[in-house]
């Protein structure tokens, strides 16, 4: 029946894939058959490349249906698609290893004469796949019973569709087969025949990438807001240094360790097409795939095509899209248009139907908006559809607020500010070695680290103090027990190690992940004995590192006993199964209770966070004595690492002026030095050859001369960054107005015309003029008020000249 005859009656349950009618199941949900998730969209996605649309009108309305007898086919599709990509693997393993290699027999002549018979070609054997053609009958060789048995290769799972004709047997098979000769047709035909691709699928893709970089123009590289070079971590933010750089490293090498990182299908490269030449006949192509067929063809390159390389093509010398020509000044705008108008890999959202080029962005576009329960705010009862109203609700209605005086602030900083000014604790500003009353806590830092070091202290008792405690021996660490500590917790519990830098990264692998459950499996599966000779394990030295580990579903592997805290394992552990422990050795191990969106904290378990790294700044902030103290600065620090950090980045004097010497603590220092003492000009303007002080002045003269910036869609003004033209549309032309004084109801766009209103409310006048008197309530009068007196003040000197 042709599709153009059905008639869709307005009835829901309609097959999307066979548009049958019936009660079928949702595409988008998740259901469990044998044991295992399916979720029918993604199935279809991943077998066939083909995502199923949305539609508000029809028979299911919004909902994709797939009927039962649809569902079966693609299972088996799904699974035979599994069952293909597996034998390949194992075919491609074996041939690598070289298990398909003939071998010479030598036999006596008797069987020499033997092997000049010829056994009829269909004689014996059982087909049991009978509707699959295996190619002409002629060009396949004999089966060798004795040589396969040989070789030794592990048989593979091929599922049995069919059943074997009628008439065969499997004991005539099995005669016939110790009846030929042992020589082999294939030894003949594959003589002069070319050997295949070795090696496995990263060697091969490794392969392919040293003969497309070292034969043509074109260049890869990386993106890290610069254009980065992807041998070597050197950053470029011009197109032709970073093309002169890239050149200049020469031939790549297939050990070479840019290429040894690329393991897997679903590493992206990407390459500057700018310029496709192959570089053995100088002759141009338009595109980096019909150079690849040059290469194979003319050149005889051993290039794989059968491996899949997820190359991104770029143009970057005039950053101009491949597809729609359209123009960019900046490398970001143009991976940006091309991820959302050119996709390569459409990932589709089953909620709201928007599609992505990757699944990264996919992923992090569920979690802000589609969350199962919307976003509940912490303080009050509301709920938010996503995310970002949230934040936006949280910014605008619940300001921090003061213990002491109950005054409310925008931001963390300005409440630890007025902590310090106006509510200084005296009791906790005092020299604990000389008795010292200091101002601030600062200060009190500042003095600390000079009172330890150069005991400038008035009391005798002081001075005896403060010598013991600088002639005390430190106590050297047991790094052999500290070791043995942390391997003994990892291998006799199921406490899962992690290191957290901005994501979950693995303590043996340091692979990172957005999720703990994600990061939990893997350890399991990959990492699941710890070794004392590994790296990670040596890389535990006491102060120094802190092994973070959790311990939200903890059990002695030993005897599966569910334990309720680390201490509680330590003594089930030395006290049943005679660990090799040490509790005299603390500070090795970090506990915490990883649950997903709960997270209590270990000092105050009623707070709980939903992220980690909000809980690592709230134990930073509330529970760290914060006792190693620069000797440059006094700032204080929580370990020795991030003091050494500080000391590297502030203190270290690396970055120094070539015109007059000076140092500088960073190279934003720096800079900002040689451009206001010595007018040195390091900002090329991208259309013309004019140069520039600052960025800031480059971007006001791409507006003012090129016409390039960001305009706003309303009154066509032009501003230098895309944050700034928001800001004006919400003010200017959206009129928002979503902060309100609590005492008047008036409200205001930010907490800065807040402020500037509560001045009214409190109605100090602070600042007073120097001449009359008289006072303002705003700093902003003043100065129009001192203006006043200059201008009259002027005339009056001038009358008195006349007179």
Partial sequence: MEFDEIVVKESPGLCRCCLSEGCYKDMGTEYTWMNENEVYADMLLECFDIGISQHNEGPNG?????????????????????????????????????????????????????ATEEMPGDEGEVEYLEDIDFGDPDDEPLKNEASSSEIAVESLPVAKRGRPRKGLKVEKKKAKHEERPKTSKALVKDENAPAPYGGCASERRRKNLKILFN??????????????CFYCPKNYSEYEEFKKHTKSHGPCSTKDYALKIIKGSHVEIKIDVSEITCELCNEPFGDWLEIVDHLIMKHKMEYDKTVHIPIQAYRLADMRCLFCEESFTYFGYLISHVNVAHPQNCYICDDCGVTFNKKRDLATHFRTYHRKGGYPCDQCPLIFENFRSRRTHRNNVHYRKCSSCNHKFSTLGLLKKHILTEHPDNGSLTCEYCAKLCQSLQGLRLHKSKCRVSILCTTDEAIDSSLSILNEPKKKQNIKQIRENIHCILNMSTAIPFKFFSKYSCF?????????????????????????????????????????????????????????????????????????????????????????????????????????????????????????????????????????????????????????????????????????????????????????????????????????????????????????????IRRTHLKEKNVSCTLCSEKFFDNYLLRLHMVKHEGERKFACTVCGKAFLRKSNLHSHMEMHKKYGHAIGLLQDMI
């Fill in 215 to 228: 034969n043509t123009s074109i260049l890869p590289f990386k993106w890290r807001c610069r254009f980065q």
């Fill in 62 to 114: 919004p909902n994709r249906l797939i009927c039962e007898v649809c569902i079966t086919r693609l299972r088996d599709a799904c699974n035979f698609k599994k069952q293909v990509l597996d034998s390949e693997k194992k075919f491609v393993d074996m041939v690598g290893r070289g298990e398909f290699r003939p071998k010479v027999l030598i036999y006596q002549s008797q069987m020499k004469s033997e």
């Fill in 508 to 728: 043996y692998c340091s692979k990172k992940f957005v999720e703990f459950e994600d990061l939990k499996d893997h350890t399991e599966t990959e990492h699941p004995v710890c070794d004392m000779k590994s790296k990670s394990i040596k890389k535990c030295r006491g102060e120094r590192i802190n092994v973070k580990i959790s311990i939200a579903s903890l059990h002695c592997k030993v005897c599966g006993l569910p334990l309720d805290d680390l201490n509680a394992l330590i003594d089930h552990l030395i006290s049943e199964h005679k660990a090799n422990y040490d509790k005299s050795v603390v500070g090795c191990l970090e506990p915490f209770r990883i649950v997903k969106d709960n997270i209590p904290c270990p000092h105050c378990p009623d707070r709980t966070f939903r992220y980690f790294g909000i809980l690592q700044r709230h134990m930073n902030t509330e529970h760290s004595n914060n006792n190693k103290i620069c000797d440059y600065c006094g700032r204080a620090f929580k370990n020795v690492a991030n003091l050494k950090v500080h000391i590297s980045y502030s203190h270290s004097g690396s970055a120094e002026c070539d015109i007059c010497g000076i140092k500088y603590k960073n190279q934003w220092c720096l800079a900002r030095h040689r451009a206001k003492s010595h007018d040195v000009k390091d900002y090329k303007c991208s259309k013309c050859p004019e140069l520039f002080r600052s960025q800031y002045d480059k971007q006001k003269h791409l507006i003012r001369v090129h016409d390039i910036g960001h305009k706003c869609e309303h009154c066509g003004k032009m501003f230098t960054r895309n944050s700034f033209m928001k800001d004006h």
